[in-house]
């Protein structure tokens, strides 16, 4: 049986603030467990990492 992916809907901490909505990642199979809604994550944007804050975690 192939293992479930989960994804973590991240609000990302713009200083511009130009981003009023949440985008979704999937966590890699490395970090299932340890991302946790309110946890802080940094995550690919604009060809950058930025940082941002789990609002919630779903199955694929």
């Keep these: ?3 479930v ?3 973590a809907e991240v609000i990302v901490d713009l200083p511009s603030g130009h981003l009023d909505q949440s ?4 966590i890699p199979p490395s ?3 340890e991302v946790k809604v309110g946890s802080m994550v940094l995550v690919p944007l604009l ?3 930025s940082i941002g804050y789990v609002l919630e975690i779903s199955p694929s």
């Design 5 to 7: 992916e989960e994804y």
């Design 47 to 49: 060809n950058r990492r």
């Design 1 to 3: 049986m192939p293992e």
């Design 23 to 26: 985008l979704t990642y999937r």
């Design 31 to 33: 970090l299932k467990g």
